[in-house]
């Protein structure tokens, strides 16, 4: 089962704006791992939700238009058109068959609830907890770097 990988791009491009005043297509990117094309056809979707802006010209590029704590994961997933999370779907390779009737069934009504309570869940995290985080993360590799620095 493929997961839709839009979510996590998304806040990974969106945490690099939080850090920079503004970054072009090409700068998030290289970031990503993708093609600027991509970056601005995602950033389309954000901008017209109020959550980036996007300036043309010399020294433009991408910025956050929002306040990190009064937006959610919840708040992007639907900024994006709501991507699903999991493969929800039915298996129709012998659609007389009871088993497998059974086990859609069964798989469906449990994607679809567990999907109900990541995006439940997703809707108490925001964008500043998230950056809290980072940003905690960066001083302890850089504490860790310092150590490695100072030993021998």
């Not at 956050?64 to 992007?76: E, F, G, K, N």
């Not at 298996?91 to 798989?107: D, I, Y």
């Not at 869940?121 to 302890?140: P, Y």
């Amino acid at each position: 089962m493929k997961r839709d990988s839009r979510l996590s791009i998304t806040l990974h491009a969106l945490l690099h704006m939080a850090e920079r005043k503004t970054i072009t297509s090409e700068e998030l990117a290289a970031c990503l791992s993708t093609n600027p094309v991509v970056v601005r056809r995602t950033m389309a979707g954000l901008r017209e939700a109020g959550l980036v802006r996007s300036e043309k010209g010399h020294g433009g590029g991408w910025s956050l238009a929002c306040d990190l704590a009064m937006v959610s994961l919840a708040d992007v997933h639907a900024a994006l058109g709501e991507p699903a999370f999991f493969a929800i779907g039915n298996r129709t390779e012998s659609p007389g068959c009871l088993v497998e009737q059974a086990v859609n069934a069964a798989m469906d009504g449990a994607l679809r609830e567990a999907e109900l309570l990541l995006l439940q869940r997703l809707g108490t995290i925001s964008l500043a907890d998230l950056s809290r985080d980072f940003q905690q993360r960066m001083a302890l590799g850089r504490q860790k770097t310092k150590e490695q620095n100072h030993v021998g």
